[in-house]
């Protein structure tokens, strides 16, 4: 008799269960062996890169590649993923090897995934569910769990049927007859109870977001975003900018949470904030579920790119590309643009002079040595300074309350007497410019 197979399941959906049971790849005891199998139509060298990335996803999540099987065709067979032939030799090499899990490096329709743990006998992970269990990993925050949590359930949400092969007859007994409910169902049910408490959690928590992003959204200070591929360095460029203390490991996805630091020179402040990194194919349950913190981005006055100046072209183009498009997604697409291309001391000076001959409105930063970090600050409050007016008042000497409203709101304020008053000049921001002249015109109109 064929032993009962659980299928892969990620998420706590339909019951409270104790934290040690909720393990992922993770927190296992020991590093998960596993079989690494692609579906692939692409060039050699974008395969490497493909492959290569999934491999590091997996060494995040816990797990360590011990085989892979890659099959070279126009698009995965829609109900196996992979050939009949190929799948054959996968699963006379799992059963003679016994790994713990197979990953593919596409994403499996829930069919797929059933119909391969049916013919391997083992556990099958996609590509989003191995990003969803380092998210779980790396989520700290009460915010940031809740939206880990929901993006799983809707995950999973689709990937019950099968779940539960052994208790797919219905409900009844002595005193109890009728249809009832079937397992599944009442999975699905709980599914969607718990989910419906995610997105009422989340809600809560981001009114508390808002708050904090009407301040800023109504402050003059300039806000810039670092978006980037993840691991291209964003946080410790964040620290190394701003002072910030941003959890910083050579981890994929190791920061989650929006985190938002300013700095200042001259007068001039700039909110620096750091957000979740992308990633190609950055799954959508991710996007949705993080939309409240990836509304930084949004919102931003300036996106700094963030790139990894140690990696060839074609792969930081590559990379490029997914962060143009996840940044689409979020609605960021008119948001200007600074490229920084970070981790040049891992450069040599032939290979730095070609990439700025590739990037020439470029930065080239390290936040290891501090290289560029000047350049950059300055290109921010550059950035800051430009949004800000030029304002030239004649102010009567007893309106001492608009001189007050200037070098309240104002920068490199100067002022010179005249004949009939003050002559006041000042950088502002728009918004508070006009306010200032309201002012002014008030008082005239009623004296």
């Known amino acids: 008799m064929a032993r009962d197979l659980q299928r892969t399941y990620r998420g706590r959906a339909w019951r409270e269960e104790d934290p040690a049971d909720r393990r992922g790849l993770h927190e296992q005891a020991r590093t998960e062996r596993a079989v690494l199998v692609a579906s692939l139509n692409c060039s050699p060298v974008e395969e490497a890169d493909r492959l290569a990335e999934m491999g590091d996803l997996l060494g995040t999540a816990g797990a360590t590649v011990v085989h892979r099987v890659v099959q070279h065709r126009d698009r995965p067979d829609p109900r196996l993923?992979?050939?009949?032939?190929?799948l054959d030799e996968l699963a006379e090499w799992v059963t003679e090897n016994s790994p713990d899990l197979v990953v593919c490096e596409g994403d499996l329709s829930a069919g797929q995934q059933r119909h391969l743990e049916d013919r391997l006998k083992t556990r099958v992970v996609d590509r989003?569910?191995?990003?969803?269990?380092?998210?779980a990993l790396h989520a700290r925050s009460a915010e940031g769990k809740l939206q880990v949590e929901l993006a799983q359930m809707e995950y999973s949400y689709s990937r019950q049927e099968g779940l539960w092969q052994h208790l797919e007859r219905l409900g009844g007994g002595v005193g109890t007859r009728g249809p009832g409910e079937s397992q599944l169902e009442s999975d699905r049910r709980m599914i969607r109870s718990r989910m419906g408490v995610l997105r009422t959690r989340i809600a809560e928590v981001a009114n508390s977001r808002e708050t904090m992003r009407e301040e800023r959204m109504a402050s003059a200070d300039t806000r810039v975003a670092l978006a980037g591929y993840t691991n291209a360095g964003k946080s410790s460029l964040m620290n190394a900018l701003t002072g910030a203390d941003v959890d910083v490991d050579d981890a994929l996805f190791e920061t989650l949470d929006a985190t938002t630091r300013a700095f200042?020179?001259?007068?001039?402040?700039?909110?620096?904030?750091?957000?979740?990194?992308?990633?190609?194919?950055?799954?959508?349950?991710?996007?949705?579920?993080?939309?409240?913190?990836?509304?930084e981005v949004r919102d931003a006055h300036l996106i700094v790119h963030v790139a990894d100046a140690s990696e060839d072209d074609e792969g930081r183009?590559?990379?490029?590309?997914?962060?143009?498009?996840?940044?689409d997604q979020v609605g960021a697409h008119d948001v200007p643009r600074l490229l920084v291309l970070n981790?040049?001391?891992?450069?040599?000076?032939?290979e730095r002079d070609a990439l700025l001959h590739r990037h020439r409105h470029a930065i080239l930063t390290s936040a290891t040595t501090g290289e560029g970090l000047d350049d950059l600050r300055d290109r921010l409050l550059t950035t800051a300074r430009a949004r800000w007016e030029r304002v030239e008042l004649a102010v009567p000497y007893p309106r001492g309350d608009v001189v007050s409203a200037v070098y309240a709101?104002?920068?490199?304020?100067?002022?010179?007497?005249?004949?009939?008053?003050t002559v006041i000049r000042?950088?502002?921001a728009p918004a508070d410019a006009a306010r200032?002249?309201?002012?002014?015109?008030?008082?005239?109109t009623r004296g």
Do not use: C, N, W
């Open 128 to 135: 989003t569910g191995v990003i969803l269990d380092i998210f």
């Open 426 to 428: 000042a950088l502002m």
């Open 343 to 350: 981790k040049v001391d891992l450069l040599d000076e032939e």
């Open 436 to 444: 200032v002249r309201a002012l002014l015109a008030g008082g005239a």
């Open 264 to 295: 200042s020179k001259d007068g001039m402040k700039v909110l620096v904030s750091d957000t979740v990194g992308f990633i190609r194919h950055l799954p959508h349950q991710l996007v949705e579920s993080f939309r409240s913190t990836l509304d």
């Open 409 to 421: 709101h104002g920068r490199d304020v100067t002022q010179e007497a005249g004949a009939d008053g």
């Open 317 to 327: 183009a590559a990379r490029a590309a997914a962060v143009e498009e996840a940044l």
């Open 81 to 86: 993923y992979l050939g009949r032939g190929r």
